[in-house]
């Protein structure tokens, strides 16, 4: 009877742990897939107890990783038995390979404990990238655990692994080592296009940039770096449905890069294809952001958008662009890693158990051809230039004789054109001057038969507003450079013949710090023409008095001050005043000033005007 007790005890044991994985202290890690049991539930109903009472849905797994491929509609359980042969309770961990599966429950079934782990159910105390659960097997014990995983964001691949504490956490150090010093790289190579995209301006730097700065950002995901140290549990969520942006932007940045480094704009067709590829790029990311139902279908316009970048560069290698070969190299490695990583995902074959870093050698190395490549392209830019640069001397060279004969020959032509120009404005300036004098004596002659004194006051006024330019000319006709002219000698001329025209004791003090424009001295000169009739006028009924004109020049303002110490006038009264009306628009139409009047206590009218305005008589 005691025999028949131990042999229905083995069998029960046989049965109920088919196969178990025997594990013991000094096993630093082991393949635990290819020991497990797998059941696929596309039904996603079945609970945790029904898993356990049947007996018939797992089947037998022999393969160290599967891959399910894009897979949101059904959970994968897992059913794995491990056996403690050693006098010795020991601790292990089960890692799961994979940072981006969605969800991850993991069943204790002795000790009823369940854990959840995954993208969206990371543990906040976990330092590793990939998940793990930490197993406590006691001395000469066999345990059942079972696992159930789904992932809605990328292909479902499942690879399990057991650890031994220690060994694990020292592999873990490693493999973040390794991947620090990949984006340390990276972050180099970004730093270093950035500043040469500073130097030189190029665009193609810049896109680049983008480009590797994308590659980092993509990687940090897709090796769980950024879940672990970048974001916040909270974030993943947003994340994960903004996956097709993130996957996006270094390929839109390389598009941009091959668009501008290849210059494809040459090719017309082509350049138009790109662009109605990167519109149609841009639209599909919207959608498959805004819906989840068809995220099997999205990797196929970005395979056909990078295909299409690879016959581009072929196409510019073949019309002898020398930059075309290195981002031939460039697409090479990358389609080599690209090639890897599906074979390695399909369970084909896994380039990481022989190269266990691959894809960011591969990525370093792109990432270095294409900087030699954008180098090579600064050295070419560089040797066209010295090219042109002496092309440019030589034609120089043969042209300077050429031109120095025309420069001599324009110039001694120029110079009897000056001198004939100056002749003949010296000479308008005369005829002007003295046709000018010829209407003063005629409006004089035409006053001295008007008895009315109205009137008399009327041509008085037009013959020294006609004064006021004619003396300018006469300046003009006396000098040799008609630029400008000395402020001083036309205002003195115009106020002597004011002081003519009216009897009167009234002192006029100067201080006249500048010269003027010719253009500006035509209007300068009527307006202080108008303001001393009107003094001589009416500011001092008694005749006497002081008049103080000043004009300097300040900050590129040339600044005119007229005051008298008179009686003033009420400046409503005097509105409709043809010599205000004339002052006011002379200032602000021809000379683009600014006026102030003052004439509550004598009169003082300041009007400025920049320097280098100016605006025609006739405006």
């Not at 799961?96 to 429950?105: A, V, W």
């Not at 960011?360 to 070419?380: K, P, Y």
């Not at 002192?507 to 009527?526: N, P, Q, S, W």
């Not at 509105?575 to 602000?588: E, H, Q």
Request: hydrophobic share 45%; aromatic share 14%.
């Amino acid at each position: 009877m005691k025999y028949i007790h131990i042999l229905f005890f083995l069998f029960f044991n046989t049965f109920i742990y088919a196969n178990p994985l025997v594990i013991n202290e000094d096993i630093k890690f082991v393949d635990l897939l290819s020991h497990s049991e797998i059941y696929i539930d596309k039904s996603r109903s079945i609970s945790f107890e029904e898993i356990k009472k049947s007996k018939k849905l797992f089947q037998k797994n022999d393969k160290k990783l599967l891959s399910f491929g894009y897979s949101p509609n059904f959970d994968v359980w897992i059913k794995f038995t491990l056996k403690n042969n050693s006098n010795k309770a020991i601790e292990k961990i089960v890692e799961y390979n994979n940072s981006l599966t969605t969800e991850i429950i993991f069943y204790d079934d002795s000790s009823k404990k369940i854990e959840k782990e995954g993208l969206l159910n990371i543990n906040k105390n976990r330092k590793s990238l990939t998940p793990i659960f930490k197993i406590n097997i006691q001395a000469n014990d066999t345990k059942t655990y079972y696992m159930k995983v789904s992932s809605i964001v990328t292909t479902l691949i499942v690879k399990l692994k057991i650890w031994d504490s220690s060994a694990f956490y020292e592999k873990e150090i490693v493999h973040q080592f390794v991947l620090a010093l990949f984006f340390g790289a990276m972050l180099i190579l970004t730093i270093y296009n950035l500043f040469i995209y500073f130097f030189t301006k190029d665009i193609s730097y810049l896109y680049y940039v983008l480009y590797i700065f994308g590659i980092i950002l993509h990687h940090t995901l897709y090796v769980g770096v950024a879940f672990i140290y970048l974001f916040k549990q909270e974030w993943i969520i947003y994340i994960v449905h903004s996956a097709s942006l993130f996957v996006s932007l270094p390929i839109i940045a390389l598009s941009l890069f091959t668009k501008s480094f290849l210059q494809i704009s040459k090719y017309k067709i082509l350049d138009k294809i790109l662009s109605a590829f990167l519109i149609l790029y841009f639209i599909s990311i919207l959608f498959f952001i805004l819906t989840d139902e068809y995220n099997k279908y999205r990797s196929i316009i970005p395979f056909m958008l990078l295909s299409y970048l690879i016959a581009l560069s072929v196409y510019s290698a073949f019309k002898k662009n020398r930059q075309a070969y290195f981002i031939l190299v460039g697409w090479f490695m990358i389609f080599i890693a690209i090639t890897f990583m599906f074979l390695s995902s399909g369970g084909v074959f896994n380039i990481y158990k022989y190269f266990p870093y691959f894809v960011e050698t591969s990525l370093i190395l792109e990432g270095i051809v294409f900087s030699i490549a954008l180098a090579d392209r600064i050295n070419s830019l560089q040797k066209e230039k010295q090219e042109v640069n002496q092309k440019l001397i030589i034609q120089q060279e043969n042209e300077k004789q050429k031109l120095e004969l025309l420069v001599n020959e324009k110039t001694n032509n120029l110079k009897v054109a000056l001198d004939e120009k100056g002749l003949l404005l010296k000479e308008l300036n005369h005829r002007v001057k003295n046709n000018m004098q010829t209407i003063v004596s005629l409006i004089r002659l035409q006053s001295d038969g008007i008895e009315d004194d109205k009137y008399k006051d009327i041509l008085e006024t037009i013959q020294n507003r006609i004064n006021a330019m004619g003396h300018l000319h006469e300046l003009l006709y006396n000098q040799n450079d008609i630029s400008d002219i000395n402020a001083y000698e036309y205002f003195e001329m115009l106020i002597e013949e004011i002081k003519d025209s009216y009897e009167s004791d009234i002192e006029i003090v100067f201080d006249i710090k500048t010269r003027l424009k010719v253009e500006h001295a035509i209007y300068c000169g009527l307006i202080l023409n108008e303001l001393m009739t009107n003094s001589f006028k009416y500011a001092f009924p008694n005749k006497k008095g002081q008049i103080n004109v000043k004009l300097y020049k300040e900050n590129h303002k040339i600044k005119l001050i007229f005051s008298d110490n008179g009686v003033g006038y009420i400046q409503e009264k005097n509105s409709n005043s043809l010599g205000l009306i004339l002052i006011d628009t002379l200032t602000r139409k021809q000379l683009k000033g600014e006026i102030i009047i003052k004439s509550d206590n004598g009169v003082i009218v300041n009007i400025n005007w920049n320097e280098n305005e100016t605006q025609s008589f006739n405006s």
